[in-house]
């Protein structure tokens, strides 16, 4: 079956570092994507990675191992702002995405 | 640039009724997607259309029926909506399927049946 693994709940200080991973498996893989979902709000397109290696995009950024089935997605300089739900999705076989439960970030001052 | 709407925002609706939710995207994109969402779950697809006069079936799509007689409207329709298709239900859209084009989500609708 397809599986994403990410974790239920992080908390983590204001102006820190947090890193949310995601394993996964799946019938094949065309990419990985980090979504945010702000409560009671639509999901929004973060980050896609399709290679290994990572990619930086201003405060956060997103690293992909293929061979692990392993993905992270580093948020730097955290703000209030970003107390929000992450979302791992995989591309698979099918051009179809199968997404994890999601990871509540929750920040404190 | 108004991107997706979906209607209405919520709605409480009795076991039995029939309900169309509705989605329109003004972006020209060729593919769109139903998803629902559920606590401890993540997003489920229920249907989506390649294009313009075609549908496929999702991972949950029982229940749901969906129609696209053009580019902007998606609707989803519940014929006869029981308590397990409590959810809040998200429409989406990319340029393109069969490639890793992004989706674009609308606001979702909060959807309660009793």
């Known amino acids: 079956g397809q599986n994403i693994d990410q974790p239920t709940e992080m908390t983590a200080t204001e102006g820190a570092i947090v890193q949310i991973n995601c394993t996964y498996q799946?019938?094949?893989?065309?990419?990985l994507f980090w979504y945010q979902q702000h409560a009671g709000e639509a999901p929004t397109f973060l980050s896609y990675n399709v290679l290994d290696g990572l990619e930086e995009k201003g405060r956060f950024s997103s690293f992909l191992s293929r061979s692990k089935g392993y993905s992270y997605l580093l948020l730097k300089e955290l703000q209030m702002k970003d107390s929000a739900s992450y979302l791992c999705?995989?591309?698979?076989?099918?051009?179809?995405?199968?997404w994890g439960a999601g990871t509540k970030l929750i920040i404190k001052p | 640039i108004a991107g997706i709407t979906q209607a209405p925002t919520s709605q409480i609706l009795a076991a039995g009724r029939r309900m169309t939710l509705r989605c329109t995207q003004d972006?020209?994109?060729?593919?769109m997607y139903w998803y629902r969402q559920d606590l401890g779950l993540g997003l489920r697809l229920i249907h989506y259309s390649n294009t313009a006069g075609t549908t496929g079936k999702g991972e949950v799509p029982d229940g749901y029926s969906v129609s696209r007689a053009n580019t902007d409207d998606f609707p989803l329709t519940l014929a006869s909506a029981v308590p397990s298709q409590t959810s809040v239900y998200f429409c989406?859209?990319?340029?393109?399927?069969?490639?890793?084009?992004?989706?674009?989500f609308g606001p979702g609708t909060r959807l309660t049946v009793l």
């Open positions: 799946t019938s094949g893989f065309n990419g």
């Open positions: 999705a995989v591309m698979d076989s099918n051009y179809q995405l199968i």
């Open positions: 972006m020209r994109h060729n593919a």
């Open positions: 989406a859209s990319s340029e393109s399927s069969g490639t890793t084009d992004t989706q674009y």
